[in-house]
């Protein structure tokens, strides 16, 4: 039972390369979501998935795009790097709306 | 948006002693979970308690949903229950969870 995971563990890119953050989950979660987390500010919603090609902004969605074509992959991408995006970025399923989250590993990446 | 506040933010405990963490809130919700973020930064989901009373081994939570506050009870710490213990709550109408701003509890042999 893989659960959810997450890819890369860790990454390090420059300034406005593009990124792509990787999520799968084995369950058939209808729900997916994307977080970051950083010090001060806990973890905050950036989007969330309610089924495969339906997708909507959370609180801090500029600088990403996310897509679901498939219900089990949510790629995150960061389209053009900022130092700002340097974070812990944990993505995170559920069965329904208001259905308990799971989380994956979490992706630490580094902008420089 | 909703407002989630977590208290204490930081408690260290001796091994064997007993703790309780809260979560206020302010706006009737429909959906409260807890989680614990281990020291190595995995999220684990505890409970799912808009209301009433649960109990998982040492663990147990009670959210009143009309007062609008949630308590966390762990009894008889261990080392491992260290790391941060994280309230998220999710307004009716809203698909969203909120998570409050942790509260980091130490755990000393």
């Known amino acids: 039972d893989a659960g959810i995971t997450q890819s890369p563990r860790y990454k390090i890119t420059e300034t406005g390369r593009q990124v792509t953050l990787m999520c799968h989950q084995t369950w058939s979660h209808s729900y997916m979501f994307w977080y970051r987390q950083d010090l001060g500010h806990g973890l905050r919603l950036i989007y969330y998935s309610a089924a495969a090609d339906i997708t909507d902004k959370g609180e801090v969605p500029d600088g990403y795009v996310v897509s679901r074509s498939k219900t089990e992959n949510f790629p995150l991408t960061l389209e053009s790097a900022t130092r700002s995006q340097t974070s812990v970025y944990f993505c995170?399923?559920?069965?329904?709306?208001?259905?308990?989250?799971?989380f994956g590993p979490g992706t630490r990446l580094t902008v420089t | 948006g909703i407002q989630v506040e977590q208290s204490p933010p930081d408690l260290i405990l001796q091994e064997g002693a007993n703790s309780t963490l809260r979560c206020n809130f302010s706006d009737s919700v429909n959906n409260l979970q807890w989680f614990h973020q281990n020291p190595w930064g995995q999220l684990i989901n505890l409970f799912y308690?808009?209301?009433g009373t649960k109990q998982n081994g040492r663990l147990s939570a009670t959210t009143v949903a009309t007062e609008r506050y949630s308590l966390l009870y762990i009894s008889s710490s261990q080392t491992t229950d260290s790391g941060v213990y994280f309230c998220a709550v999710d307004r009716f109408g809203n698909e969203k969870l909120t998570f409050g701003t942790g509260t980091r509890l130490t755990i000393i042999p």
């Open positions: 995170a399923s559920s069965r329904d709306r208001v259905g308990e989250q799971y």
């Open positions: 308690i808009p209301s």
